[in-house]
């Protein structure tokens, strides 16, 4: 994800119906920005990790994520079964970690977990990764250096099977692994659309984001006129809120401004080249280009993400049609043995993945239970 602050701990209480049942352990993973295609069949020859946790268990073929295709909207939506439009999730409390990604970190945080289960000391861990989105932001999605952040986390990944073992934890342990979306090519020189160029930012009381989704809060009486006038720039679609389509599940959300624009893939909006988000290289300045980003259309093939889930719950070496973000909700309660709180998932599009789909239908039971979901928010010097 764009403009995080770096890493930190950081603890969801997420409200659950009472336990249901007992249940194996639960290790979870949200890898930032793990477009669909990375783990391809061929890509998968030279990530044996990542092999080998497709021949142990289930592999979709490919996560849809909610709109807007950004990070903070479709963690609450992997987190709570619900649209974007209608989580009403407001976080009132996180640590801030100001240090960046390394893979040191991350294997350490797979290792404390596996501890934690071995010792009793944690029934479910949640372990967020976000060095593939960082490098595939900076440098582009088909980069080297995005290629060689998934390898090492697939060198982790094939230690964690190992370690598994070494615990004794394989008839025990269930794992998710998912991404938040997907990741796409960005051309700063040639693709930027600049507002100024169009319209008075004077005109506007309040512009929110810059890249492919931009809301904005027209002035008294400017509504008609911005429209109008944004509305024949090219590689962009500008909506009033109640024409936003109804399939990406945004307008009714209570903070929906009164114009959203949306960039065509590849396109990046914002009021002026002087306002774009560079980032801080190798000089120590912000001046380098951002080559990829992600926020777009979540019907596009690039917006799209993983899910892959082995363990002695989930079925071998098994292909599974698309899933959506809203879905993996109804998974994580299903192997907490937690009954899940009303949700837009499908549960008919997940329960091809289980080994013993009959004894696994989760009913919705809601109470005042609260499960503890902790994400180990992984970053370094």
């Not at 249901?20 to 990790?49: C, H, M, N």
């Not at 934890?169 to 160029?197: A, R």
Request: aromatic share 12%; with cysteine.
């Amino acid at each position: 994800m764009a403009g995080k602050l770096g890493s930190f701990l950081l603890v969801l209480v997420l409200s659950l119906a009472q336990p249901v049942s007992t249940r194996r352990k639960l290790l979870v993973f949200l890898l930032d920005g793990f477009r669909w295609d990375y783990i391809s069949d061929e890509a998968l020859e030279s990530l044996p990790g990542f092999k080998e946790i497709v021949s142990r268990g289930v592999k979709v073929d490919y996560l849809t994520p909610d709109f807007p295709t950004l990070s903070y909207p479709n963690y609450y939506t992997l987190m709570t079964g619900c649209e974007v439009e209608i989580l009403g999730v407001r976080p009132t409390y996180c640590l801030e970690y100001k240090n960046v990604p390394t893979d040191i970190n991350f294997a350490n945080a797979v290792s404390d977990a596996l501890d934690s289960f071995k010792s009793g000391r944690a029934d479910l861990a949640a372990i967020y990764h976000e060095r593939i989105d960082v490098e595939g932001h900076h440098y582009g999605p088909s980069s080297p250096q995005r290629r060689d952040a998934l390898k090492a986390v697939d060198i982790v990944l094939k230690y964690m099977i190992q370690w598994i073992q070494e615990r004794g934890l394989q008839d025990d342990l269930n794992v998710i692994i998912f991404s938040d979306h997907g990741m796409t090519d960005i051309f700063w020189m040639d693709k930027v659309i600049e507002l100024s160029e169009y319209i008075s930012l004077n005109d506007l009381q309040q512009v929110k984001d810059r890249g492919p989704v931009v809301s904005l809060w027209p002035a008294p009486g400017k509504h008609s006129e911005i429209y109008d006038k944004l509305s024949q720039v090219e590689h962009m679609t500008v909506y009033e809120k109640e024409a936003i389509p109804s399939r990406f599940y945004y307008k009714k959300g209570k903070f929906v401004s009164p114009l959203t624009l949306v960039a065509d893939e590849g396109w990046f909006i914002a009021e002026s080249r002087e306002m774009l988000p560079f980032w801080m290289n190798s000089t120590g300045k912000r001046e380098g280009w951002q080559r990829g980003w992600h926020g777009y259309d979540n019907e596009l093939m690039d917006m799209r993400g993983i899910f892959l889930a082995f363990g002695p719950d989930f079925k071998s070496n098994f292909r599974a049609a698309p899933i959506r973000s809203v879905d993996v909700y109804n998974v994580m309660c299903n192997m907490a043995g937690i009954s899940p709180l009303p949700n837009n998932g499908s549960w008919s599009r997940v329960v091809c993945m289980l080994r013993d789909p009959a004894s696994s239908v989760p009913s919705v039971q809601p109470s005042n239970c609260a499960l503890a979901f902790i994400l180990l928010l992984l970053f370094a010097h």
